[in-house]
């Protein structure tokens, strides 16, 4: 397999090209040129990896001559994107609808493609409520930020592309730590959450003040997380699984995941911060609180919107129940948060 990758220097990327160099004849990294030196030392112990200057945003995609690469690549993984749930539409477009367009248009130049893997994001069931299927996505729902509206926008034109090789599509979770080592790159998702918890001295007397926390949270709203050690096994899992179906989408979230409020009730135990939780839909003090925990009010999505990721496929063909749940490695994952943000009971 000779395999053309965006977005390898990515969290999810460092997890993942280890996971699949060792099982390719070769990878071609799409690289932009400030980025080349980074990507040659996070990768230096694979001699099977080139890299490829170019940039997703360019409609060239890559810098000079690439018609040999026209004929070696013979599969895709489109990774590269945008994620900020605080970004503007113009960030979001360029990286997220732009660059899967300009991907796409050199996917069809490759004259000996098989398979278009591409990671998109459970983002894209929007405001739906209820149980999410992966076949799911024609749906008429709403969108509480601009990187879920383009990242559905970029699956849509995957879904109707009509190259003639397969497609994959992998929708992950919030991705967070790695579960055996704890390991995170960025505040993302409950991160927001600890890294504010993590600071007592600060946090404390503020909370003592408030005669309860109001959140709104739906009480059987989950986290939909997935581990980046777990993500990138499912996905190198879909790589290479055989099926001759022309497109194929995965949900990529633990086979259980969190309670919201559970999950919240947990981490203030954690990080040993007294606080009474009241489920509020709407309250003057919900500003307030969201912005002394340090959390950006797009979160909310996740703690009202109660929906179920199905993951049938990822059960049935990438070894879902193989990986150990949230339950099995969740100290880790607090206690590298608490390292990190320096936290102290």
Same mark, same amino acid.
């Given at each position: 397999?000779?395999?053309?990758?965006?977005? !390898?220097?990515?969290?999810?990327? #460092?997890? *993942?090209?280890?996971?699949?160099?060792?099982?390719?004849?070769?990878?071609?990294?799409?690289?932009?040129? @400030?980025?080349?030196?980074?990507?040659?030392?996070? +990768?230096? /112990?694979?001699?099977?990896?080139?890299?490829?200057?170019?940039?997703?945003? @360019?409609?060239?995609?890559?810098?000079?001559? +690439?018609?040999?690469?026209?004929?070696?690549? /013979?599969?895709? *993984?489109?990774?590269? !994107?945008?994620?900020?749930?605080?970004?503007?539409?113009?960030?979001?477009?360029?990286?997220?609808?732009?660059?899967?367009?300009?991907?796409?248009?050199? !996917?069809?130049?490759?004259?000996? =493609?098989? &398979?278009?893997?591409?990671?998109?994001?459970?983002?894209?069931?929007?405001?739906?409520?209820?149980?999410?299927?992966?076949? @799911?996505? +024609?749906?008429?729902?709403?969108?509480?930020?601009?990187?879920?509206?383009?990242?559905?926008?970029?699956?849509?034109?995957?879904?109707?592309?009509?190259?003639?090789?397969?497609?994959? $599509?992998?929708?992950?979770?919030?991705?967070?730590?790695?579960?055996?080592?704890?390991?995170?790159?960025?505040?993302?998702?409950?991160?927001?959450?600890?890294?504010?918890? #993590?600071?007592?001295? *600060?946090?404390?007397?503020?909370?003592?003040? =408030?005669?309860?926390?109001?959140?709104? $949270?739906?009480?059987?709203?989950?986290?939909?997380?997935?581990?980046?050690?777990?993500? &990138?096994?499912?996905?190198?899992?879909?790589?290479?699984?055989?099926?001759?179906?022309?497109?194929?989408?995965?949900?990529?979230?633990?086979?259980?995941?969190?309670?919201?409020?559970?999950?919240?009730?947990?981490?203030?135990?954690? +990080?040993?911060?007294? !606080?009474?939780?009241?489920?509020?839909?709407?309250?003057?003090?919900? /500003?307030?609180?969201?912005?002394?925990?340090?959390?950006?009010?797009?979160? $909310?999505?996740?703690?009202?919107?109660?929906? /179920?990721?199905?993951?049938?496929?990822? =059960?049935?063909?990438?070894? =879902?129940?193989?990986?150990?749940?949230?339950? @099995?490695?969740?100290?880790?994952?607090?206690?590298?948060?608490?390292?990190?943000?320096?936290?102290?009971?």
């Amino acid at each position: 397999m000779k395999l053309f990758i965006t977005g !390898a220097t990515g969290f999810l990327g #460092s997890e *993942l090209i280890p996971k699949l160099a060792g099982d390719c004849d070769h990878l071609y990294l799409l690289t932009r040129k @400030n980025s080349l030196e980074k990507a040659k030392e996070k +990768f230096a /112990d694979y001699c099977n990896i080139s890299y490829i200057i170019g940039d997703l945003t @360019n409609p060239d995609l890559i810098e000079g001559e +690439f018609d040999d690469l026209l004929d070696e690549v /013979d599969t895709i *993984l489109h990774m590269g !994107a945008y994620y900020d749930l605080e970004g503007t539409h113009k960030a979001c477009f360029q990286q997220n609808i732009q660059g899967t367009l300009n991907l796409l248009f050199f !996917a069809g130049l490759c004259k000996n =493609l098989k &398979a278009l893997h591409y990671i998109s994001t459970v983002a894209v069931s929007g405001t739906f409520e209820g149980e999410f299927l992966e076949d @799911n996505f +024609f749906h008429k729902e709403e969108f509480t930020n601009e990187y879920s509206k383009t990242k559905w926008e970029a699956e849509r034109l995957v879904r109707v592309w009509k190259g003639k090789a397969k497609v994959r $599509i992998y929708r992950p979770g919030i991705i967070i730590g790695n579960s055996e080592t704890g390991k995170f790159d960025k505040v993302d998702g409950p991160y927001y959450f600890w890294k504010t918890l #993590s600071n007592m001295k *600060l946090i404390a007397p503020i909370i003592s003040k =408030l005669p309860f926390l109001p959140m709104p $949270i739906d009480k059987n709203a989950t986290l939909p997380i997935i581990s980046v050690d777990n993500a &990138a096994r499912l996905i190198r899992n879909g790589i290479f699984l055989e099926n001759d179906l022309d497109l194929m989408t995965f949900h990529l979230v633990e086979h259980s995941c969190p309670n919201v409020f559970d999950l919240i009730k947990e981490s203030l135990e954690e +990080f040993a911060i007294s !606080a009474e939780i009241k489920v509020i839909k709407t309250h003057p003090l919900i /500003d307030k609180t969201f912005k002394t925990l340090g959390l950006p009010k797009e979160i $909310i999505h996740y703690m009202i919107i109660p929906v /179920d990721y199905s993951v049938k496929n990822s =059960l049935m063909f990438l070894g =879902l129940n193989d990986q150990r749940g949230f339950e @099995n490695y969740k100290s880790i994952i607090f206690k590298k948060a608490k390292e990190v943000f320096g936290a102290k009971k």
